[in-house]
C-alpha cells in the first residue's frame, strides 16, 4: 500500500519516534545515507509560495543521492489550463518517485494522494494543516529540550490561519502532561475545531491576549508566527493586526531563561532581529531540522533500508 503524509497523525507514536531517530542519525552520520535514493526523483508541485519547505525537500533529495524536478508556481503548470489537482498527480506519478505539493485550497493535497501512484506528503493546504513543518518542530523540539512529556507551548500571532499551529497543537496532543497556552488577538484565535478537540482529549490549554512576563514564566517554549497576510480578507484588518506582537530584546529579558523561542518562518515583524543573538532562539536551528527531517521522511515513505 501507497503511504501519503496528510497530517501528523498519520503517523503513530512509535512511527514518528522512528523517524525522528532517523533524522539523529542523519544528523550525525550523513555520508551514510548520501546514495540511498541514487536513481529516484521527488516532484515538488508548488502551487504557493515557499523557501524553506521546497527548497529543504529538494535539499533532502539531492543529500540523498536522488534529483527534483517541479514548478513553482501554479501558474507555470497546466493548472493554468484548467487541469485538476488529481489529473496533474496521477501524471506526475509517471514522472517521479515521490512527491511534495502545497495547494492554498484545503484538501488538495488529499485528492491529489487519492489519484496517486505514488507516495505524496502534504507541503501546506491553506490555513489547514503543514505536517512537515510539525515534524520538523518536534525534531527541533526534542534535540533542544530532550522530550514531549510536560512541556507547556505558548503559540502565539495568528492561530486562526497559521496551518503549523493546528498540527503542532494535534501533534503534542498526543504526548503526556502537555498544555498550551494560547496567544492571539481575539480574531486571530485558534478555530473551533482545534479547541473541540483539545477539549476532547482533556488538553489543558488557556487562550489569552497579551504577551508579558506573566504569561510567559511558565513556557518551555514560546512558538511565534507570522499573520498570513495572504488568508485575509481585506487589507484594512490584515493592517490592523500585523504588528500586534512583537517579540523584542526587552520581552526576552523578563522571558524565563528556559524559554526556548521558535518559529516556523518567515518571519515579518513579530519577531525583532536583535533576539537572533539571544540563546533562546533557535527558530534558524529549527530550518536546518527541516532538513534532516525531510531526508528521514523521504526514505521512510518509499520505504528503503540503509544498507
Ligand atoms: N515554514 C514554511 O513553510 O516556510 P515556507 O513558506 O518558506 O516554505
Known amino acids: 500500500m501507497i503511504k ?11 512511527e514518528l519516534d522512528r523517524l525522528l531517530d532517523l533524522a539523529g542519525d ?21 502551487f504557493e509560495p515557499s523557501t524553506r519547505t521546497r527548497l529543504s525537500f529538494e535539499a533532502a533529495m ?23 489537482v488529481g489529473d496533474t498527480m496521477r501524471v506526475i506519478s509517471c514522472y517521479a518517485d515521490i512527491a511534495a505539493i502545497r495547494h492554498p485550497k484545503e484538501g488538495a493535497p488529499l485528492v491529489a494522494s487519492m489519484r496517486s501512484l505514488i507516495p505524496v506528503i502534504n507541503a501546506g493546504d491553506g490555513g489547514h494543516q503543514h505536517p512537515t513543518q ?11 529540550k530532550g522530550r514531549f512529556n510536560g512541556l ?18 494535534d501533534a503534542l496532543s498526543r504526548y503526556h502532561d502537555v498544555r498550551f497556552v494560547l496567544i492571539s488577538p481575539e480574531e486571530l484565535q485558534v478555530p473551533g475545531y482545534v479547541k473541540e478537540s483539545m477539549k476532547a482529549k482533556n488538553i489543558p490549554f488557556e487562550e489569552v491576549v ?32 500585523k504588528d500586534f506582537y512583537i517579540l523584542d530584546k526587552a520581552k526576552m529579558e523578563v522571558a524565563p531563561d528556559k524559554m ?33 527531517v525531510r531526508m528521514a521522511l523521504i526514505i521512510t515513505l518509499l520505504g528503503l533500508e540503509v544498507a
Open 4 to 14: 501519503h503524509l496528510m497530517s501528523p497523525l498519520d503517523f503513530s507514536v512509535e
Open 260 to 292: 526556548l523561542v521558535l518559529h516556523p518562518l518567515p518571519r515579518v515583524n513579530e519577531i525583532s532581529v536583535e533576539v537572533d543573538d539571544d540563546p533562546r532562539a533557535a527558530y534558524f536551528k529549527q530550518a536546518q531540522y527541516g532538513v534532516y
Open 26 to 46: 542523519i544528523e550525525r552520520n550523513p555520508a551514510k545515507y548520501a546514495h540511498i535514493c541514487d536513481g529516484k526523483k521527488l516532484a515538488t508541485l508548488f
Open 62 to 84: 539531492l543529500n540523498l543521492g536522488g534529483s527534483v524536478l517541479g514548478f513553482h508556481s501554479g501558474d507555470s503548470s497546466s493548472t493554468k489550463k484548467g487541469e485538476s
Open 210 to 241: 497579551r504577551l508579558d512576563e506573566t504569561t510567559m514564566k511558565d513556557l518551555d517554549i514560546l512558538y511565534m508566527t507570522r499573520v498570513q497576510k495572504e488568508r485575509f480578507f481585506n487589507e484594512e484588518d490584515y493592517i490592523r493586526m
Open 152 to 169: 507547556t507551548i505558548g503559540l502565539c500571532g495568528d492561530l486562526k490561519f497559521g496551518r503549523t499551529v493546528h498540527s503542532l497543537i
Open 134 to 144: 510539525t515534524l520538523t518542530d518536534l525534531l527541533t523540539i526534542r534535540s533542544l
